[in-house]
């Protein structure tokens, strides 16, 4: 109910900005039947956060890449080819800046059992597929490639959801569909969502689970963040662009032009130039799709012939593949939402994916399993640990900023600061930085002999007759200086 009354109220904000005849020829855009759909959901709608600097270079920003399935010779290649596909985005960007690719010169596109209707311009479409077919067609192939595994099913859920399977390819150019990805702005997964979108559609992202990375859960999600963006533009060209840009961005450009005609925002200016470009990457993609005739990767079987399970109880990972009897390589590929191996159990329930040849059976299964434990962070007596801070001197050297030796050190530039009582980040060569470091030093049982110093004796002496170190001597008697004199009483330790 909570997200029906939000559509409303970007509808409202809609329908302020537009005049009575415009309003007339614009088609309604929540009907009856969708507000019954929706009115028992508890997910709220917010708009998805703009990241347009990675949008065309189709969210795939390696900083934060996490991979648990693909190949590391293939994350590695991809990494490679990010800067040229920076350099590719300024080329875009100036080549097609120039007020005459601006006007109106629209193709419009149909495709898919539900009409997928998309005006673009011809130049921005030739640029993509030109694009595609040579700077980066070893990639858009390996892309096709891995979206065969996921195809049939997307577009099943698509089908349920009543919307066209043609939108299989915005997961295409967003991420290649590779699961783990995750952009600059850590937006993650093949729909590359980021948290706050994520949750609002249901899906759990913490610090054990991330479904954003599941493609059964999040094609769903997807699937209604779609529905819901037609339902509030009406068209699929601005849906498509709220998608890229965020609801509200889309808004303000209705607003500040005072129309909703995708055609009309372009000519004005008023959409931002990744936006723009935006519906014709995905026409290219469909286009060359079809012309490629990509074959199916070895895998697709086993997402298209998957079955979803519940547990209501907290669980093992490990322990739950073993009482399903899968191997820990598919139990991964149906279920890479899993972060750690324990999962707190959750209201709604977890879903669990397995072959659907083994659901009746993963169901009765389930039912016994007893609920496990969180494991408990408690150390043993002999594994305990105990925290040193090691204070290390750096000498500035050419070249050098705060940032460059907070990540030499594995430390944060206000720490830094803190530490230095430096109030700016500037720092010059040959100044000298106190680095404070956090370590984790064993602790183990110690027996203490009482020793009288005698003359002649120094920690050193000592420490090599007993068979022990200057510095253990020292941290047991708690001692300032490393200076002794005779008849001092001093404990020596010695390990158990």
């Known amino acids: 109910m909570i997200r029906m009354l939000r559509l409303l109220f970007i509808l409202t904000l809609l329908n302020s900005c537009t005049s009575v005849n415009q309003l007339?020829?614009?088609?309604?855009?929540?009907?009856?039947?969708?507000?019954?759909?929706?009115?028992?959901?508890?997910n709220t709608l917010n708009n998805q956060e703009s990241n347009a600097d990675t949008v065309v270079l189709e969210e795939l920003e390696s900083e934060t890449i996490t991979v648990n399935e693909e190949p590391i010779a293939q994350i590695v290649e991809e990494k490679i080819v990010d800067g040229a596909l920076v350099e590719a985005e300024k080329e875009i960007i100036e080549k097609y800046e120039k007020e005459e690719l601006l006007k109106e010169d629209p193709v419009n596109s149909e495709a898919g059992e539900a009409e997928f209707n998309i005006s673009y311009k011809?130049?921005?479409y030739d640029f993509w597929m030109k694009y595609f077919t040579?700077?980066?067609?070893?990639?858009?192939?390996?892309?096709?490639?891995?979206?065969?595994?996921?195809?049939?099913?997307?577009?099943?859920?698509?089908?349920?959801?009543?919307?066209?399977?043609?939108?299989?390819?915005?997961?295409?150019?967003?991420?290649?569909?590779?699961?783990?990805?995750?952009?600059?702005?850590?937006?993650?997964?093949?729909?590359q969502f980021i948290k706050g979108t994520a949750t609002r559609y249901g899906l759990r992202v913490d610090s054990r689970v991330d479904e954003r990375s599941n493609i059964f859960k999040s094609t769903r999600a997807a699937a209604h963040y779609f529905k819901d963006l037609y339902n509030i533009f009406g068209s699929w060209e601005l849906a498509l662009c709220a998608y890229n840009a965020g609801e509200y961005r889309i808004i303000n450009a209705i607003r500040r032009g005072n129309t909703r005609d995708y055609k009309s925002l372009v000519a004005k200016?008023?959409?931002?130039?990744?936006?723009?470009f935006y519906i014709p990457k995905v026409a290219a993609a469909r286009e060359l799709w079809s012309k490629n005739k990509v074959s199916k990767h070895r895998d697709h079987e086993i997402y298209n012939d998957a079955s979803e399970v519940k547990l209501y109880k907290s669980f093992s990972a490990k322990k739950l593949r073993k009482v399903l009897g899968l191997n820990r390589s598919l139990f991964k590929k149906l279920n890479p939402d899993m972060k750690k191996d324990w999962i707190s159990k959750r209201r709604i329930g977890h879903r669990i994916y397995v072959p659907t040849s083994l659901?009746?059976?993963?169901?009765?299964?389930?039912?016994?399993?007893?609920?496990?434990?969180?494991?408990?962070?408690?150390?043993s007596s002999s594994k305990?640990?105990?925290i040193k801070r090691i204070t290390k001197i750096h000498k500035v050297r050419r070249g050098e900023s705060l940032y460059k030796i907070a990540r030499k050190y594995g430390t944060t530039i206000k720490k830094l600061k803190s530490r230095n009582s430096l109030r700016r980040n500037r720092i010059f060569v040959g100044q000298k930085l106190k680095i404070s470091k956090k370590t984790l030093v064993k602790k183990t049982s110690v027996k203490k002999k009482l020793y009288i110093v005698k003359k002649g004796d120094n920690l050193y002496k000592i420490a090599r007759r007993f068979g022990t170190t200057v510095n253990r001597i020292v941290s047991v008697n708690d001692l300032s200086r490393k200076?002794?004199?005779?008849?001092?009483?001093?404990?020596?330790?010695?390990?158990?």
């Open 269 to 276: 200016k008023l959409l931002p130039k990744e936006t723009i």
């Open 483 to 496: 200076t002794i004199y005779p008849r001092q009483r001093i404990y020596l330790p010695r390990l158990l």
């Open 384 to 386: 305990k640990r105990s």
């Open 134 to 191: 040579t700077k980066n067609e070893d990639r858009f192939l390996r892309h096709s490639k891995n979206g065969t595994k996921y195809k049939e099913l997307i577009e099943s859920i698509f089908e349920e959801e009543g919307l066209p399977k043609d939108l299989f390819f915005v997961g295409l150019i967003e991420s290649g569909y590779n699961t783990h990805i995750a952009s600059r702005a850590q937006a993650v997964g093949p729909w």
């Open 24 to 42: 007339n020829d614009e088609r309604e855009v929540i009907s009856t039947e969708y507000v019954t759909v929706y009115e028992g959901e508890s």
């Open 122 to 124: 011809k130049q921005h």
């Open 359 to 379: 659901k009746a059976e993963a169901v009765e299964k389930l039912a016994s399993l007893k609920a496990a434990k969180r494991p408990s962070r408690k150390l």
